[in-house]
């Protein structure tokens, strides 16, 4: 499975926010952070926001906060906004022309993306921010 930019996006922007509800970011913080094309990104966070995962806070100062729910809201949540859930399994099968190869193939990648869906309805964006603060508590400190 391969997700689209615009989805890859949504959810560098979401675990960011995520990560503290209180602050806000500029789309170009959060872009400069990630190395992403700042244009692109506020048409995410345009859609972000009809999606009420976020808010944008205008006037000085402003930029976008998180309003969603970390705790209920899934990476599948997030994933499926921009419509990206897809396999390529049907080409496949297309193109081996309904051989048993092709048709077996189309089966096992079928498979693969069905347990790929179940792992991002699985994940939270509160339980993956978790597993990154514990993550970057357990890194040893180097010696000075």
Not at 85 to 106: F, K, P
Not at 108 to 119: F, G, K, M, N, P
């Amino acid at each position: 499975m391969k997700l689209q930019k615009a989805t890859l996006f949504a959810l560098f922007a979401v675990l960011e926010l995520a990560r503290d509800p209180s602050k806000q970011l500029s789309a170009s913080e959060i872009a400069e952070t990630y190395g992403i094309s700042v244009n692109h990104l506020a048409k995410v966070l345009r859609d972000l926001g009809r999606a009420g995962l976020v808010e944008a806070v205008r006037g000085a100062g402003g930029g976008y906060r998180f309003t969603g729910n970390a705790k209920r809201t899934s990476l599948y949540d997030v994933i499926n906004l921009f419509g990206d859930i897809a396999t390529n399994a049907g080409e496949i099968e297309g193109a081996a022309g309904g051989t048993d190869i092709g048709v077996a193939l189309a089966s096992v990648l079928r498979e693969v993306d069905e347990i790929a869906i179940a792992t991002f309805r699985s994940i939270s964006l509160a339980t993956l921010l978790k597993a990154l603060e514990r993550a970057r508590d357990a890194k040893p400190v180097a010696a000075e």
